[in-house]
């Protein structure tokens, strides 16, 4: 393909334009493209230069249908360039405001609006330069408009900035032109700092003080219970609603232990039979697994439940072949983990399928029989929600379980960990708005207070305090925007990632994909 092309580009008289350098064709001296005039025009300070040298959308007439390698590169090639044309319209219309011509500002500012129209950014400047040229009403007009997209398109209200501008517009008719663009026009309306094309121009830096993870907070009891069954030798069931804390609960319980091994259970699992156990006999045995300690028996019959082993055994037929089944998984169990692992953590659990749980209900048994002591195999740590009352008391029969149960942060819980994160001395009105919006559960905090972060509502001033627009007015912050629901959160961020990542992320969800099974030990 390449040989051809370059055929096809002698032929044209360019033969000087492009080089061949291995399998890569790159740019020669001669070469003129409107995409590179653009860029250094760009990187000039020459905005209006730059807009000009487009002709067009990037490799125009070109497709990838069927193109594996292809396709992934045209389009983030376009959405780079596209990018690209954004930031010139943006530094031109900064250029303008600054030469004082506000005609000009407002067109930019318009065609940015056509191309990008859920960037509220762009409607907060349309509206100020329509009131700086007398167009109050029409200024209030497009504040309507950007409040009745943003509820169409992604069911939010304006930010607190852009209402309190629609606000100044309507309190205060006579009001100057400056009054209403303060702060002053290159603060509002520049353009951001050029992103290289390696990264994501969407991408959005948090405070420089957030943490990989929330504190730990508020959880004394439930670690003491934890504790106390882990003394026992018991099995351990922590349970609680969606996005509690289960997870990090037990997860950093196991570790505190010693050496442990995490498996994540799906939805699909309980549809399979032995599904959820055989997931968990792979993450022990790794990969490529590793059974070589195993006896020849124990290995065959395991590839029934892992295929990739080898040719599986004719269907079982009697109640022996399955109590061999179950011998096998059992052996196998204790010999890839006993001298590896202190604890399994078996996530999300509550999607195992009855096999499965049958069977961990016979490592539990034979664990305790040895005497549960350390050597007698790693402790079983399941983490289920706890929506199906009936069906977890059955989990904590069954496995004769120590329960830990979930509840919501208290207010107490939340106050620690805002004020461990804030540095503020008394966050006491800022905790209660956040509570009150999050009902204390984990998830939707994290995914709250990075929302506040890349929305540039939340900041970290210089002695790495956080601050909000409204520290100084508010009574309750209940200015901050807050998503109804979680759903609501993670979709807001979703989206301001842009186009091809939510199309990415789409697609993982409609495959199923999740975090690969992951073992660790954090002595």
């Known amino acids: 393909n390449l040989r051809r092309e370059l055929a096809r580009l002698r032929e044209a008289g360019a033969q000087d334009a492009v080089r061949a350098e291995g399998d890569r064709l790159l740019p020669g001296p001669d070469l003129r493209c409107d995409l590179l005039l ?24 070109l497709h990838a249908e069927g193109e594996s390698a292809w396709a992934p590169w045209l389009a983030a090639a376009r959405e780079r360039a596209t990018h690209l044309r954004l930031r010139s319209r943006e530094a031109a219309a900064a250029a303008a405001v600054e030469g004082g ?21 762009y409607h907060r400047d349309a509206m100020r330069l329509l009131a700086a040229t007398g167009q109050r009403e029409a200024a ?28 100044s517009l309507r309190g205060d008719a006579g009001a100057s032109a400056s009054a209403v663009l303060a702060p002053a026009p290159a603060a509002w309306l520049a353009a951001p700092p050029a992103a290289s094309p390696s990264t ?22 439930e670690v003491a219970r934890l504790q106390a069954g882990w003394a026992a030798g ?24 010693g050496p442990y091994a995490w498996v994540r259970c799906r939805p699909g699992d309980r549809e399979v039979a032995f599904g959820a156990f055989a997931r968990a006999l792979r993450a022990l045995a790794g990969q490529p697994p590793d059974l070589r300690d195993l006896p020849a028996w124990v290995v065959a019959e395991l590839t029934r439940l892992l295929p990739e082993l080898g040719p599986a055994p004719p269907p079982l037929k009697t109640a022996g072949e399955r109590l061999r089944l179950d011998e096998a998984c059992l052996q196998a169990w204790f010999a ?6 202190d604890a399994i953590v078996l996530d999300d659990w509550h999607h195992a399928d009855a096999d499965s749980r049958a069977l961990l209900a016979r490592v539990a ?31 904590l029969d069954t496995l004769d379980a120590v329960p830990v149960a979930m509840q919501a942060l208290t207010q107490a819980s939340i106050y620690e960990l805002v004020q461990r994160l804030s540095g503020a001395a008394d966050p006491a009105r800022f905790t209660e708005r ?29 002695q790495g305090r956080w601050r909000t627009p409204f520290d100084d007015v508010t009574q309750d912050y209940r200015e901050l925007p807050m998503a109804a629901t979680v759903r609501d959160a993670v979709l807001a961020r979703v989206r301001r990632l842009g186009d091809g990542a939510g199309r990415l992320l789409e697609a993982a969800a409609l495959a199923g994909v999740a975090a690969p099974a992951r073992i660790r030990s954090d002595y």
Do not use: Y
């Open 38 to 61: 653009a860029e250094a025009a760009l990187a000039g300070g020459e905005a209006e230069t730059a807009l000009a040298a487009w002709q067009g959308r990037f490799a125009e007439g």
């Open 101 to 121: 011509d506000t005609a000009a500002a407002l067109a930019h500012v318009q065609a940015l609006l056509t191309e990008d129209g859920l960037q509220e950014r």
């Open 140 to 167: 209030l007009r497009q504040f309507e408009r950007c409040e009745a997209l943003l509820a169409s398109e992604l069911g939010l209200q304006p930010m607190a900035d852009t209402v309190a501008l629609a606000l």
């Open 200 to 221: 994501s121009p969407l991408a959005v830096s948090l405070p420089p003080t957030w943490p990989a993870q929330l504190p730990f907070v508020g959880r004394q009891a």
């Open 234 to 257: 018991a099995t351990l069931v922590v349970s609680g609603e969606a996005g509690i804390g289960k997870t990090r609960l037990a997860i950093d319980f196991a570790a505190a232990q």
């Open 336 to 341: 890839l983990a006993t001298d590896s692992f």
């Open 365 to 395: 048994a034979r664990r305790r029989e040895a005497g549960g002591a350390r050597g007698s195999g790693p402790i079983e740590l399941l983490v289920c929600r706890d929506e199906d009352v009936s069906g977890l008391q059955a989990l």
């Open 434 to 462: 956040l509570a009150r919006a999050t009902g204390g559960n984990a998830f939707f905090i994290a995914e709250t207070l990075r929302d506040l972060a890349e929305r540039a509502l939340l900041a970290v001033d210089a």
